[in-house]
Nanobody
Framework: QVELVESGGGSVQAGGSLRLSCARSGYRTNCMAWFRQTPGKAREKVAN????????SYADSVKGRFTISQDNAENTVYLQMTGLEPQDTAMYYCAATATSGDYCLHLNSQANFPYWGQGTQVTVSS
């Protein structure tokens, strides 16, 4: 089993920054991702991290502004968010799965990830 616990959400003004953390315990997974969701909409992939190679992928809407990374112990995944915009307001979720090769970087659907955290709210005001 895998447990994921997010933290670091909050309220910021447009242009500000936040860093989200996702602490993982239990079974070791090599594919981590951040998703976000607003009321009435499907959960949207934000970024993926494949820990075997340290490779990443991002949604077009956050490229150049958000960075996903992992600590050396591979127990915590971060999402550094800069240049925040009101449309970034959402509940942010950490997700995990195990994959082979760079397939991890192409996983964009909620159904691809069996393990989820409880979410952390990010609110960006204009």
């Amino acid at each position: 089993q895998v447990e994921l616990v997010e933290s670091g959400g909050g309220s910021v003004q447009a242009g500000g920054s936040l860093r989200l953390s996702c602490a993982r315990s239990g079974y070791r997974t090599n594919c981590m991702a951040w998703f976000r969701q607003t009321p009435g909409k499907a959960r949207e992939k934000v970024a993926n991290f494949y820990s075997n190679k340290g490779t990443t992928s991002y949604a077009d809407s956050v490229k150049g502004r958000f960075t996903i990374s992992q600590d050396n112990a591979e127990n915590t995944v971060y999402l550094q968010m800069t240049g925040l915009e009101p449309q970034d307001t959402a509940m942010y979720y950490c997700a995990a799965t195990a994959t082979s090769g760079d397939y991890c970087l192409h996983l964009n659907s909620q159904a691809n990830f069996p393990y989820w955290g409880q979410g952390t709210q990010v609110t960006v005001s204009s």
